[in-house]
Structures are given as C-alpha cells and as structure tokens.
C-alpha cells in the first residue's frame, strides 16, 4: 500500500505519537509583584515535572493518544520520579540516564507571562538513541532544543533521519526566540530543510524571526502552523494561506505549557486525521484550557467544544 505523504503510518484508530527531548524539573516562581533587586521578593514557588518534550507527551496521553517519550534523565531521585510521574499519567518512557537531571526555572508575573532560566546539563551529553525506540510510532514530534549544541543536534538529526527513513512523519516546535537566536537563524533554517517537517510549530514572534509569515511559502508536503496569541492561526502550505481562529480566554492564569499543549492537540488529531484547520481547532481548545489554570498539566481530557 503506497503511504499518503504526512498521513499516519499505520490504520490503528488511536494513533501513537513520539515525542523527543527534554524531560526535567521546573521550578516555577510566581512572583508577587515587581522583583526587588538585591532584597527579597515575596513568591510562591513550585516544583513540577516539566520540559517541552514531556509536556507535549504528557499531553497527548491527556488527549486519549498513544504516547512515548524519547529522552535522557539524571539517574537519581528526581529522574526517578520524573520518569515514574510520567509513566503513571499514560506515557510510555524510553530514558537514557546521567548524573543528574536536569531543572528550569520559570518565573511568572502578575501577567502570566514567563521567563525561563534552563540548565541542560544532562540533556546535551545525549548520545544516540535506540533505533528500536521507534517501533510501532506513527509520528514523531522534536521541540527544536533537542537540537541546541552540536552533540545534541547530531543525536536527534540521527533520529529523524531515521524515522523518515521508516516513513515516520515528523513535527517540529521551534520553541523559544532566544533558542534561534543562540543558534543562529541561518543554522535553524538549514538544520530544517534538512530534515523537512511535514508541520513545523512556531509563535508569531518566532515566526517573524524565521520570516514564515511572508517571502518565501513552506516546501511541498510541509504545513507551517503560526500561532499569534489571541489573533487566529495561520497556516501555510505551498499552495495555499488560511486563518483559523481561535477560542477566547477570559482570564489568562499561566502561560507555561500553551504552546506544548497546543502542539499535542494538534497532532492527536492530525495523526489520526491529516485536516491542518480541524487539527489547528483542536490545539488551541487544549492551549486555551491550559491558559486558564496554573501549571503547564491539563488534570484531565480537554473538550474540543
């Protein structure tokens, strides 16, 4: 049977998603007003299982979809119950494991608004993983920090390159302005075209840095998936630009995991259906109920309604 290019590889109805990259502890700081330099700032301060790529599969399973994380841990406490917490909300882990795990720390204002502060120790001594870790996916989603230093990058390149080899299709966040701009935009675009999404994941911020919003339209086959806040999604292919909007939020509580949230409602129903608007619908019903609670952790399944 000839496979449809960007369509799930196998007929299951509950598709299962891979997600590659960062599993780690967030400590997430709410600040209780302006931060008072050299003195204290009242706060609330919570420690959280967290990274891109675990929230994103974490989603998934939240969503009823096949879930596996593909990623490397501290072998200590804290990567133990990482990895358990994980395991126990539905997704099945595949863990390399160093010294110790990895942490961030995010610090949230009165807006909502976030500022990370990553230490990726363990994460860049990632060496290559299991081919067989692949088995049984039907796509596979890489947030762009699994590509940040060149061991890294030569690791999760291997990846990808090996599930397209299997007819595995793949997603790619590219996560973070100040992750492209460390980078190097010309080195983001080549690492891209290299490895050719079939849906690439960006903000509008993210996407004016990359220029996705206008010159050049996306390669045959890829769909570039916008988000621009509160304004409605725009997705571009090689033929053709529409707008989806977007539900509104009355009151954003927290903005960590939106965008992580949005990419696995997003792919839990294009892997099951390769319509971008009805995938795009999806997502940003799971980012806006993520919006409206604190955490990056939706407690349940997300109504699409």
């Given at each position: 049977?000839?496979?449809?290019?960007?369509?799930?590889?196998?007929?299951?109805?509950?598709?299962?998603?891979?997600?590659?990259?960062?599993?780690?502890?967030?400590?997430?700081?709410?600040?209780?007003?302006?931060?008072?330099?050299?003195?204290?700032?009242?706060?609330?301060?919570?420690?959280?299982?967290?990274?891109?790529?675990?929230?994103?599969?974490?989603?998934?399973?939240?969503?009823?979809?096949?879930?596996?994380?593909?990623?490397?841990?501290?072998?200590?406490?804290?990567?133990?119950?990482?990895?358990?917490?994980?395991?126990?909300?539905?997704?099945?882990?595949?863990?390399?494991?160093?010294?110790?795990?990895?942490?961030?720390?995010?610090?949230?204002?009165?807006?909502?608004?976030?500022?990370?502060?990553?230490?990726?120790?363990?994460?860049?001594?990632?060496?290559?993983?299991?081919?067989?870790?692949?088995?049984?996916?039907?796509?596979l989603h890489v947030p762009?920090?699994?590509f940040d230093s060149t061991?890294?990058?030569?690791?999760?390149?291997?990846?990808?390159?090996?599930?397209?080899?299997?007819?595995?299709?793949?997603?790619?966040?590219?996560?973070?302005?100040?992750?492209?701009?460390?980078?190097?935009?010309?080195?983001?675009?080549?690492?891209?075209?290299?490895?050719?999404?079939?849906?690439?994941?960006?903000?509008?911020?993210?996407?004016?840095?990359?220029?996705?919003?206008?010159?050049?339209?996306?390669?045959?086959?890829?769909?570039?998936?916008?988000?621009?806040?509160?304004?409605?999604?725009?997705?571009?292919?090689?033929?053709?630009t529409r707008e989806v909007?977007?539900?509104?939020?009355?009151?954003?509580?927290?903005?960590?995991?939106?965008?992580?949230?949005?990419?696995?409602?997003?792919?839990?129903?294009?892997?099951?259906?390769?319509?971008?608007?009805?995938?795009?619908?999806?997502?940003?019903?799971?980012?806006?109920?993520?919006?409206?609670?604190?955490?990056?952790?939706?407690?349940?399944?997300?109504?699409?309604?």
């Open positions: 049977m000839t496979q449809h290019p960007g369509a799930p590889t196998s007929t299951a109805s509950v598709p299962t998603v891979g997600v590659a990259g960062d599993l780690v502890e967030d400590v997430i700081v709410w600040l209780g007003g302006e931060v008072a330099y050299g003195t204290d700032t009242p706060s609330q301060i919570f420690r959280v299982r967290g990274g891109s790529a675990a929230n994103v599969a974490h989603a998934l399973a939240v969503h009823d979809c096949g879930s596996r994380l593909i990623t490397r841990v501290g072998s200590d406490a804290v990567g133990d119950g990482l990895v358990r917490d994980l395991a126990d909300s539905g997704v099945d882990v595949r863990a390399q494991r160093g010294e110790r795990s990895d942490t961030i720390v995010i610090l949230i204002d009165a807006s909502g608004e976030r500022t990370m502060m990553p230490d990726r120790s363990t994460a860049r001594a990632v060496t290559p993983f299991d081919p067989l870790w692949l088995d049984g996916l039907d796509w762009l920090y699994g061991r890294e990058s030569a690791v999760f390149e291997r990846l990808c390159a090996q599930a397209t080899a299997r007819g595995i299709p793949l997603s790619v966040d590219v996560s973070s302005v100040g992750l492209i701009r460390g980078m190097g935009r010309g080195r983001v675009l080549d690492l891209l075209r290299r490895i050719a999404p079939t849906v690439l994941f960006a903000n509008a911020e993210e996407a004016e840095v990359l220029g996705l919003e206008g010159g050049s339209a996306p390669p045959r086959a890829c769909t570039w998936v916008v988000k621009r806040g509160g304004d409605p999604i725009l997705l571009r292919t090689a033929s053709a909007p977007v539900p509104r939020v009355p009151e954003i509580i927290d903005t960590t995991g939106a965008g992580d949230h949005f990419a696995a409602g997003f792919l839990a129903a294009y892997a099951r259906d390769p319509d971008p608007v009805a995938a795009a619908l999806a997502g940003s019903h799971a980012a806006a109920h993520i919006l409206a609670i604190p955490g990056a952790h939706a407690p349940g399944p997300v109504s699409a309604g």
